[in-house]
């Protein structure tokens, strides 16, 4: 059992910055693939952004691309998701999500597990 906690999403204006973190419990982490999704009002979930379990390997949607960095820590059991220069267009709750993933990561949700609830990022222009 894996389960997985957000935090600091916020209210920010078009152009700053805001750091999310995910903490998860378990000893199954370091073996587990992470992955941020995003949700939108009235869209669906999309990837945003994945990072394999040893973190050498990541992977980026091309919206956010040279925006957003994922990292993690497997000693912290945590995985954090910078994200700079937001646009209003980025406004979603963000959602972790942890699996086993052939192949090291995925962009698709139904390969990851494990899910957080959420954390609302607003971004007004």
């Known amino acids: 059992q894996v389960q997985l906690v957000e935090s600091g999403g916020g209210l920010v204006q078009a152009g700053g910055s805001l750091r999310l973190s995910c903490a998860a419990s378990g000893r199954t982490f370091s073996s587990r693939a992470m992955g941020w999704f995003r949700q939108a009002p009235g869209k669906e979930r999309e990837f945003v952004a994945a990072?394999?379990?040893?973190?050498?390997?990541?992977h980026y949607a091309d919206f956010v691309k040279g925006r957003f960095t994922i990292s993690r820590d497997n000693a912290k059991n945590s995985v954090d998701l910078q994200m700079n220069s937001l646009k209003p267009e980025d406004t979603a709750v963000y959602f972790c999500a942890a699996g086993v993933i052939f192949g090291g990561l995925s962009t698709r949700k139904s390969e990851y597990d494990y899910w957080g609830q959420g954390t609302q990022v607003t971004v007004s222009s």
């Open positions: 990072i394999n379990r040893s973190g050498g390997v990541t």
